[in-house]
């Protein structure tokens, strides 16, 4: 039986976000992956980046293995967690894997493009990066909700599926 909620998508597409709320109306415990990371190696994204995209994948993927070991979650992961299989191994062996897809010109209305690592370039990096993940997301979704209307109903729709899965 799968015993977490794992959130997958685009930067900025609301994983964090609702995945708070989803916690809150469930009473179970929430985990957002990059927080996770910098309480763990006690730097922030930004820094561990530094030492470029490989050194933070190899970095995730152990915060995964560490992850996939506990029960009765909501992950919110960071939008590259796909790019290593190995990731989505560890995350969907125990876990419900919800693609939460939100439209790009959506994402660019809402987020602050410069605070993310990979996004410092701007719209044309979200779009090569969209371009790059979509197929993946889907690829690694037992499900997909798309985030285009009020979050109530976004979070309704995750709250129905962790019924589906018997995780309430």
């Given amino acids: ?71 009765g979650l909501i992950v919110s992961t960071g939008g590259g967690v796909i790019k290593k299989p190995i990731n989505m191994e560890w995350l969907s062996d125990s876990g419900v894997i919800v693609f939460l897809d939100r439209p790009v010109d959506l994402i660019m209305a809402d987020i602050i493009v410069q605070s993310r690592p990979l996004l410092k370039d701007g719209k044309e990096k979200l779009l090569t990066l969209y371009e790059e993940r979509y197929e993946l997301y889907k690829k690694y979704a037992d499900e997909i909700i798309v985030n285009d209307r009020i979050i109530e109903e976004v979070c309704s729709d995750f709250i129905a599926i962790m019924n589906k899965y018997v995780m309430l």
């Fill in 1 to 71: 039986m799968k015993n977490k909620l794992v959130i997958i998508g685009m930067p900025g597409s609301g994983k964090t976000t609702i995945g708070k709320l989803v916690a809150e109306k469930t009473g179970k415990p929430f985990i957002d992956l990059d927080e996770f990371i910098v309480e763990w190696t006690e730097k922030t994204i930004p820094q561990l980046f530094e030492k470029g995209e490989d050194h933070f994948r190899e970095i995730e993927t152990r915060a995964c293995m560490e992850i996939a070991k506990r029960k």
